[in-house]
């Protein structure tokens, strides 16, 4: 079974602020999603990084995927307070038995205050 | 474009009672469709996944069961809930295993 192990589980910060969440796994996945969640509401894709060592910018968050492809982050740079929600790392698998078989971490509650 | 519903958006159900929740795609044809649950706000699970009409796989042996009676609809059953079903569910589709899902809004089931 493959783990996705992200942190912080919690992050409240004041607006203005930068911060990194980490997704770390000791497998190789071929792709790694990022999804955000506001309550009531499923998740939405944010990006998929697929190349090792690959960093993708959306404003202000900056995704990296680790070189060997078993970790990402997501850096947020002056926070502001709709940045606030559920945020969702998702690794699908490179192959054999679990092709396709999407990993989700346990996901980093946000809250920015203003 | 593609469009996903999602049905009802809460519901309490005492315990021993049948399930049925519903889930529709629109806009495409032949999705990959999903049902996970999330408990807590937390990470999501995945529970059942569909790649065709009639065609699906489970992931974690349970109370529940789904069926995929047409190419855009996913179901998801029980004959006799549970408390430990309480949560929030989620059906999902995509164009293909690897591509990122869509998700709907979700259903927040409360078991008493």
């Known amino acids: 079974t493959q783990l996705l192990e992200q942190s912080p589980q919690f992050l409240s910060i004041q607006e203005g602020e930068n911060l990194t969440v980490y997704c770390n796994s000791s497998s190789v996945f071929s792709s790694l999603q990022w999804y955000r969640q506001e309550p009531g509401e499923g998740p939405v894709l944010l990006v998929t990084v697929v190349t090792g060592g690959e960093v993708k910018k959306l404003k202000r968050l900056t995704f990296q995927f680790g070189d060997a492809r078993k970790d990402s982050s997501l850096h947020i740079t002056a926070a502001q307070p709709g940045d606030t929600g559920l945020y969702l790392c998702a690794g699908l698998s490179a192959g054999g038995t679990s092709y396709g078989k999407l990993t989700f971490g346990q996901g980093t509650i946000l809250t920015v205050h203003p | 474009s593609q469009t996903i519903h999602q049905w009802p958006a809460t519901l309490v159900q005492p315990v021993g009672s049948p399930l049925s929740l519903e889930c529709t795609v629109e806009?495409?044809?032949?999705?990959?469709l999903y049902w996970y649950r999330q408990a807590a706000g937390r990470g999501l699970q995945l529970l059942f996944y569909s790649v065709g009409i009639g065609q699906i796989s489970s992931e974690v042996p349970q109370n529940l069961s789904a069926s995929r009676p047409q190419d855009r609809q996913f179901i998801l059953s029980s004959k006799k809930l549970l408390l430990s079903d309480s949560g929030f569910y989620l059906c999902?589709?995509?164009?293909?295993?690897?591509?990122?899902?869509?998700f709907g809004n979700g259903t927040r089931l409360t078991v008493t």
């Open positions: 806009g495409t044809s032949n999705p990959n």
């Open positions: 999902a589709w995509s164009n293909s295993p690897d591509s990122p899902l869509h």
